[in-house]
């Protein structure tokens, strides 16, 4: 996502691009390798996380409650599990002009970040979904407990976290991007950004999440057959 982000940039939008490039370079240094400044972006959040800084690791889902053939019931806030909340108040924190005696390079390199990589988290269905039925009366802990033996994978959540094993394994801090590269112009070839104009148009990231849901109850669940009990088989 970070490199489709990059070359998209590069070619429409320059003066975006530069600034992007601003935002980002007083934290490059802390970085596995600054050689691809918006992948090490978008991967910084989560080798921080590898590294100890576990504060943060908790704010990748969005809690949206399916009761699947269950009565309804109040589901507990749990505002760790707040990835709108993450993505808006990082997002306000690399928007914000106001003065200060404070240096704010530091807060708008690390923010940017942050919305570089959980936007491309909320686009994972099952980050936004949580399953509530007769086998899963507590939920499904977003689709971990919902066993699968598909592609050698043994829940829905890592199925779908790895994108049903198509991404291939690439050895960080990168050599190249060549093998990536490849990927992202199959993908922008295949799906032109011309035919997204409607998707792109909307900012709203609630949408986005609402969507990503959507494809988990459509999809995940109803299209694998996990809709039913199967799911826990």
Do not use: C
């Not at 749990?78 to 807060?107: C, M």
């Not at 970040?113 to 994972?124: A, D, S």
């Not at 039925?133 to 971990?144: C, E, M, T, V, Y």
């Not at 394994?169 to 799906?191: A, C, G, H, K, Q």
């Amino acid at each position: 996502i970070a490199r489709i982000a990059e070359k998209d940039l590069q070619d429409n939008y320059s003066k975006s691009y530069d600034k992007v490039l601003e935002m980002l370079e007083p934290l490059n240094k802390l970085t596995l390798a600054g050689k691809y400044p918006f992948i090490d972006a978008a991967l910084f959040i989560k080798q921080s996380e590898e590294a100890g800084f576990g504060l943060t690791n908790q704010w990748g889902y969005e809690i949206t409650p399916w009761f699947d053939g269950v009565p309804e019931k109040t589901v507990e806030e749990h505002p760790k599990y707040d990835l709108l909340g993450e993505i808006g108040n990082s997002q306000a924190t690399v928007d914000v002009s106001a003065s200060s005696r404070i240096d704010s390079t530091f807060g708008k390199s690390y923010s940017l970040r942050e919305v570089l990589y959980r936007v491309g988290l909320i686009h994972q269905p099952m980050r936004n979904i949580l399953r509530f039925s007769s086998s899963h009366p507590d939920g499904d802990n977003f689709g971990k407990d919902a066993k699968v033996n598909i592609a050698g994978y043994k829940n829905l959540f890592d199925l779908f976290e790895d994108a049903f094993g198509q991404y291939q394994n690439l050895n960080y801090p990168l050599s190249s991007t060549t093998r990536l590269d490849s990927y992202v112009d199959s993908i922008m070839t295949e799906f032109p950004k011309s035919d997204f104009s409607s998707e792109i148009n909307d900012d709203t990231k609630s949408n986005w999440s609402k969507k990503s849901y959507q494809i988990a109850q459509d999809f995940a669940y109803t299209a694998l057959n996990l809709s039913s009990e199967q799911a826990n088989d």
